[in-house]
């Protein structure tokens, strides 16, 4: 059974670096496409960003100036980096597999659907002094 | 970016009655729609994409219909887990984008 799990300081002062890791376990992180999700009372369920590679990444434009995602294979897990947070960045952080894996079952290449099927529980970060 | 509007914000029904729910595209998205539903605490669950096509494990009573740029998301009789809040997502353009939400609450 697949499981995220993310981990991370639940308070960040403001102008500070928000950083973030999802832990997954049960299948390898190189199978799929994997994303962060965040979701506040102001703005809901908002994308921030995707990776399946350390040089493969996607971002949110409107956050794409602070964004930065990376791989770690070794650990099968992936982090979000959000620098020079302001209060509005206070939100639940979800890391998400993407539904459909990079291969299919004859190692053919998939793009991708860009739904959600797995998620992790969510952490809660606080911007605030 | 295209804009998701979902209505009604709330919607009040009693178990056993059946739920529509709907999800407007500012433009047209094809059938890149999806539906989720959140309960309080918990992550949002994948129920439909591609607009009529029901994730792993969802139960025959959920539906989802339509395309271009309205869609509808049926339960057809509502169980006491059903009430939740739902979101439609759409991937037709990137980046992704979620509707603000529908409530589905106990009458």
């Known amino acids: 059974q697949v499981q995220l799990q993310e981990s991370g300081p639940g308070l960040v002062k403001p102008s500070e670096t928000l950083s973030l890791t999802c832990a997954v376990s049960?299948?390898?992180?190189?199978?799929?496409?994997w994303s962060w999700v965040r979701q506040s009372a102001g703005t809901g369920l908002q994308w921030i960003g995707r990776?399946?590679?350390?040089?493969?990444?996607t971002y949110n434009p409107p956050l794409k100036s602070r964004v930065t995602m990376s791989v770690d294979t070794s650990r099968n897990q992936f982090s979000l980096r959000l620098s020079s947070v302001t209060a509005a960045d206070t939100a639940v952080y979800y890391c998400a597999r993407d539904r459909i894996p990079r291969f299919d079952d004859t190692s053919v290449y998939q793009p991708g659907d860009w739904f959600f099927d797995l998620w992790g529980r969510g952490t809660l970060v606080t911007v605030s002094s | 970016e295209i804009v998701l509007t979902q209505s009604p914000a709330t919607l009040s029904l009693s178990p056993g009655e059946r739920a529509t729910l709907s999800c407007r595209a500012s433009?047209?998205?094809?059938?890149?729609l999806g539906w989720y539903q959140q309960k309080p605490g918990q992550a949002p669950r994948l129920l439909i994409y591609?607009?009529?096509n029901r994730a792993t494990g969802i139960p025959a009573r959920f539906s989802g219909s339509g395309s271009g740029t309205d869609f509808t998301l049926t339960i057809s009789s509502l169980e006491p887990e059903d009430f939740a809040v739902y979101y439609c997502?759409?991937?037709?353009?990137?980046?992704?984008?979620f509707g603000q939400g529908t409530k589905l609450e106990i009458k």
């Open positions: 049960g299948d390898s992180i190189s199978h799929y496409y």
């Open positions: 990776i399946y590679t350390s040089s493969s990444t």
């Open positions: 433009q047209s998205i094809s059938s890149y």
């Open positions: 997502q759409q991937r037709s353009n990137w980046p992704p984008t």
């Open positions: 591609d607009a009529s």
